[in-house]
């Protein structure tokens, strides 16, 4: 089973910067794709930063042009780079990784950590 163990959350001022790192403690064909998502208390878990096996990124609204996804796949590790933070980026963010249905062209997330938090000052 694939572990994963994320990494670089703390607490920043508005304008800031975090990387956040998620290891995987091995890979297999079931983590050829992943994302990082946050939730906030009483809301659900969204995604903000996706990527499928061929290096495309996919981003939600609320973050493009402030954070980047990217892989180091040598040492199965996701990052997350998160600048000019806003205090509505505050939440606890989770790393995933799953296998990509090319088909569907989505990744079904199998994997996940056990998430960091982020928490931004105004």
């Known amino acids: 089973q694939v572990q994963l163990t994320e990494s670089g959350g703390g607490s920043v001022q508005t304008g800031g910067s975090l990387r956040l790192s998620c290891v995987a403690n091995k890979s297999t064909p079931d983590s050829d794709c992943g994302a990082w998502f946050r939730q906030v208390p009483g809301k659900e878990r969204e995604v903000l930063a996706a990527i499928e096996p061929d290096g495309n990124t996919k981003y939600s609204n609320s973050v493009k042009g402030r954070f980047t996804i990217s892989e180091d796949d040598a040492k199965n590790t996701l990052f997350l780079q998160m600048n000019n933070l806003k205090p509505e980026d505050e939440g606890m963010y989770y790393c995933?990784?799953?296998?990509?249905?090319?088909?569907?062209?989505?990744?079904?997330?199998?994997?996940w950590g056990q998430g960091t938090q982020v928490t931004v000052s105004s």
């Open positions: 995933t990784t799953g296998n990509y249905l090319r088909r569907l062209s989505t990744c079904q997330y199998k994997n």
